[in-house]
């Protein structure tokens, strides 16, 4: 579980980055549930089949180490659920390229 505890306070909208507006909103509280998968294709092929929506495609690659992606948050809960791929061992949480991307797409919540 990914808590939003601890961060600074928004201090204004157009100045914070999407997980203080997450905060100013909605309070600290659980933000997203992060699920290690063994084939993120599948995974996410299979949910999007379901109907289940995401903030964005997969991204990052098997050379960079990581796959992740975020769905939509929940109506009933507001919790993101993260499906992540780690490659090769991989042990971090993000990569130069990736963090770019998820931080863009949680500005969508």
């Not at 600074?8 to 203080?20: F, Q, V, W």
């Not at 509280?29 to 289940?52: M, S």
């Not at 960079?64 to 975020?70: A, D, I, K, W, Y």
């Not at 390229?97 to 863009?104: A, E, I, N, P, Q």
């Amino acid at each position: 579980m990914v808590f939003t505890s601890g961060i600074i306070p928004c201090n204004h909208d157009a100045e914070s980055g999407p997980t203080e507006r997450f905060i100013l909103h909605y309070g600290p509280r659980v933000h997203h549930l992060a699920f290690d998968t063994g084939n993120i294709e599948e995974v996410y092929a299979g949910l999007v089949g379901d109907g289940v929506e995401f903030l964005l495609e997969i991204v990052g690659s098997p050379e960079e180490g990581l796959r992740p992606t975020f769905t939509m948050h929940s109506p009933h809960t507001l919790v993101v659920n993260e499906h992540i791929h780690r490659y090769g061992g991989f042990d971090g949480f993000f990569t130069r390229s990736t963090v770019t991307d998820l931080t863009r797409a949680t500005g969508k919540q």
